[in-house]
């Protein structure tokens, strides 16, 4: 039984409530206690106390009747209830919740102490700096990548779930994390905490990703047989988005316009005519990658606690997802019954990614539902991605008009011996180093080969990264490192183009073009989470490139000479979203 207060704290506690009761039954004073805290935000006085006398049955009143009560916390003595303020119970829920992050920010760091930190690691300085990171990363890692040459860093992040981001660097932790087993490491748990997909996407989040097999095998072998129909989209969105007077006029906002272009273009392949030209399909797939990414963060910077709630409140991902399978539901369903009928290779069978994915699909994935989301899924990794390089491409050759002209000639030779072919984006040479000079300084990403630890991985120099944490390459300091890149701030558009000669051997014409990797060149990512698509995307890329330079003349306004700045924004960049370029029908050489 608790100890009775002294007839001198009852007084003084009464002197400081607003309201105060005093009755001789235990349960008679709880049931009072319970009426006017039905809804205490509506009444006064909140502060209330309750004088009764204490019994051996009151420990089991309280558990079966406080627990009725609205109001969220309360302090028993043998004698008073005191319930605190609405004020001071959110105080007190902020202050405990402030404490268990400050232990939990402790506990996680404390597993990799050994790895040294950019920026502040105590508990306030890693929180700011995190923002820090989000706004501006690229110092960090290159403060890191020259501070800890060849080693790993740290860095605090809002956009992992224990809040750091652990960074490489040097060819051998580039090759032992290329080389890592699936067993200890993997993109998709990367991309799971990044993107939060728990979440946002539930039960698709944790599944075969068969759509990667699709994209590397059947849907790049067929670049070749479907380049035409790619070109000739290109061709008729260039007439709807482009402007096409003979006079200069400026195109605002040339990303989105673009975006359009390559989303069309895209689904060509995807989904094929008519549906690639539907302007309601087109802007979901536009948007939903934004709303995906947008989603992520707004969830990474909540409590854990209110994730899941917050979370599936606020995304809009569930219902994009509904509209796109009203769709593709009835293409899906008759090519399924066709295979059924006719087999899997029947006459007729449209090339595209809808029957890859129906081909590579496990049964208990061959469902309308899963093939409409791995569709989404390869716009989202195709769309967004392959505009920002389209972009800051145009923006670089806008900017820097010595360049087409050479570039020009290229196009017309190889074409006039090899047509508008496949065959003739591999040779050109020329434009393949500039995109690739492009894509280097515009710097699309701080780091690359992004994973996730399933166990304690331990590289060769001793460095251990613990289960659960996330690690990725110095990618962007690594593309400007001056011992890899002589002048590298300066841009050289013919960088990469080791040879003009367009009958050189195959593997001198793939050592330097794009899509190729190494230790040094991790546009893609390293290993065999590399970008599949890749080949699609630098494919797409050029045969934009070469129709908008073979129909139109383009500039920056002003005739500007340096390109747009883009905004670095999370781990990424992106081109200027409200930047112009002029186009006028083609006139010069």
Avoid at 571 to 585: T, V
Wanted: hydrophobic share 40%; proline share 6%.
């Amino acid at each position: 039984m608790l100890e009775r207060w002294s007839p001198q704290i009852d007084a003084l506690m009464g002197s400081m409530l607003e309201g105060y009761f005093d009755t001789s039954s235990p349960r008679e004073g709880l049931t009072l206690l319970e009426r006017f805290l039905v809804r205490p935000w509506e009444k006064e006085p909140l502060r209330v106390g309750l004088h009764m006398p204490c019994s051996e049955d009151l420990p089991a009143l309280v558990a079966g009747r406080v627990g009725t009560l609205s109001f969220p916390t309360c302090l028993l003595s043998s004698l008073s209830l005191i319930m605190p303020t609405l004020t001071e119970a959110l105080a007190s829920i902020v202050i405990s919740y402030v404490l268990y992050k400050y232990i939990e920010f402790y506990r996680i760091r404390s597993k990799i102490d050994s790895i040294p930190t950019v920026g502040s690691d105590s508990f306030v300085g890693a929180y700011i700096n995190s923002w820090r990171y989000f706004i501006n990363g690229r110092s960090f890692v290159k403060e890191g990548y020259y501070k800890y040459p060849g080693a790993a860093f740290k860095v605090p992040t809002l956009g992992t779930s224990t809040g750091w981001q652990i960074i490489i660097s040097g060819k051998g932790m580039i090759d032992e994390l290329r080389k890592a087993p699936l067993e200890a490491m993997t993109l998709a748990e990367a991309n799971v905490d990044t993107l939060q997909t728990d979440i946002i996407i539930s039960k698709h989040s944790r599944v075969n990703e068969f759509q990667t097999d699709v994209v590397r095998t059947p849907l790049t072998r067929a670049l070749a047989g479907r380049f035409g129909d790619i070109r000739k989209e290109i061709i008729e969105a260039s007439k709807i988005y482009l402007p096409v007077g003979d006079d200069w006029e400026a195109l605002p906002r040339a990303h989105g316009a673009l975006l359009h272009i390559v989303c069309r273009t895209a689904n060509r392949l995807f989904v094929g005519l008519p549906l690639c030209r539907d302007p309601e399909y087109l802007k979901i797939q536009e948007d939903w990658t934004v709303h995906l990414f947008m989603d992520s963060l707004i969830i990474h910077a909540m409590p854990s606690i209110l994730k899941p709630v917050v979370g599936r409140a606020m995304s809009k991902v569930d219902s994009l997802m509904k509209r796109v399978q009203t769709f593709l539901e009835a293409t899906i369903v008759e090519r399924m019954e066709k295979d059924a009928k006719y087999g899997p290779d029947w006459e007729g069978k449209p090339a595209d990614l809808i029957s890859w994915l129906l081909d590579y699909a496990p049964p208990e994935n061959r469902t309308v539902e899963d093939i409409t989301v791995r569709v989404m899924f390869v716009n989202a990794a195709a769309v967004h991605t392959t505009t920002m390089g389209i972009t800051n491409v145009l923006f670089e050759l806008a900017a820097r008009q010595e360049y087409i002209k050479p570039i020009r000639e290229e196009i017309s030779d190889v074409v006039r011996t090899h047509g508008w072919t496949k065959e003739a984006m591999l040779r050109l040479h020329k434009l393949d180093s500039f995109i690739k000079e492009s894509f280097r300084l515009s710097g699309m990403g701080n780091t690359a080969g992004s994973r996730k630890t399933y166990k304690d991985f331990t590289f060769s120099n001793g460095v251990t990264i613990p289960k659960g944490y996330s690690i990725a390459i110095a990618s962007g300091a690594i593309h400007f490192d001056p011992a890899i890149y002589p002048d590298p701030d300066t841009f050289n558009g013919w960088r990469f183009c080791d040879t003009e000669d367009t009958d050189a051997p195959k593997s001198e014409q793939w050592r330097n073009q794009v899509v190729t990797m190494d230790p040094t060149w991790l546009m893609w990512g390293v290993g065999r989470h590399a970008c599949p698509g890749r080949f699609f995307a630098v494919n797409e890329i050029k045969a934009m490139v070469c129709h908008i330079l073979s129909t139109y003349d383009i500039k920056l306004p002003g005739d500007a000479t340096v390109p747009p700045a883009g905004t670095w924004f999370g781990n990424g960049r992106i081109p200027d979203s409200e930047a112009a370029i002029l186009f006028r029908k083609r006139r010069s050489g």
